[in-house]
């Protein structure tokens, strides 16, 4: 679709929206950073928020062309979703073939801009639901200045159907599904360990 086509199917229904804004999600939104643009700047010029879920894989501080853009997106841009899969470098190569630098490197920037975060972590039994882990998200939080919210989320096993029905074996499924209750009490590990990394001297 054309950012035209977009901003027409959301003012048409303007009328309707008693408060909130435009999320984009994915796939990945910082790969059409063009796209993003064009249509922020004009969600702006109407007063909505603007909101960009992301993974923060993408950003990359040493190329200059791809920063400019992102600056230019940011400016534009109200909130960020930024998930944070897994604390632990080697075990977030593991779970999704990627180093998790980038996307700490990401908060750290958005931090620099000021730009709000909504940080999301999702809890996996037997690969983030651990206390150690959910620790260092803690401290990690509390080096930001601009988180706003947290959202801890119990892993679900509803992609397993789309494995089985495109033949591949699904890695998780002998993976328990976390109850809501487990993932309060993980959030409360990360919180409590970010008040005390807070309260810290130095």
């Known amino acids: 679709m054309s950012v035209e086509e977009v901003l027409q199917?959301?003012?048409?229904?303007?009328?309707?929206?008693?408060?909130?804004?435009?999320?984009?999600?994915?796939?990945?939104p910082?790969?059409?950073?063009?796209?993003?643009?064009?249509?922020f700047r004009d969600l702006k010029r109407h007063g909505v928020h603007t909101c960009i879920d992301t993974s923060g894989i993408m950003f990359n501080p040493h190329n200059e062309t791809f920063m400019s853009r992102l600056d230019e997106v940011l400016s534009l841009t109200d909130l960020v979703l930024l998930d944070i899969k897994h604390m632990d470098d080697e075990?977030?190569?593991?779970?999704?073939?990627?180093?998790?630098?980038?996307?700490?490197?990401?908060?750290r920037y958005l931090d620099?801009?000021?730009?709000p975060v909504w940080l999301r972590h999702?809890?996996?039994?037997?690969i983030t639901f651990y206390r150690e882990y959910l620790q260092r998200l803690g401290r990690f939080m509390a080096t930001l200045s601009?988180?706003?919210?947290?959202?801890?989320?119990?892993?679900?096993?509803?992609?397993r159907s789309k494995y089985e029905s495109m033949g591949y074996d699904y890695p998780l499924k002998d993976t328990k599904e976390p109850s809501?209750?487990?993932?309060?009490?993980?959030?409360n590990v990360i919180l409590s360990a970010y008040k005390k990394a807070k309260k810290a001297p130095g």
């Open 30 to 39: 910082l790969m059409q950073m063009d796209f993003l643009t064009e249509l």
């Open 91 to 107: 075990r977030h190569k593991a779970l999704t073939g990627h180093s998790n630098q980038r996307i700490l490197d990401f908060a």
């Open 122 to 126: 999702v809890i996996v039994p037997g």
């Open 180 to 187: 809501k209750e487990d993932a309060e009490a993980a959030r």
């Open 146 to 159: 601009n988180v706003k919210a947290l959202d801890v989320l119990p892993y679900h096993s509803m992609g």
């Open 112 to 115: 620099k801009k000021q730009v």
């Open 9 to 28: 199917g959301f003012y048409s229904n303007l009328p309707f929206y008693r408060s909130g804004g435009v999320t984009v999600t994915g796939g990945e």
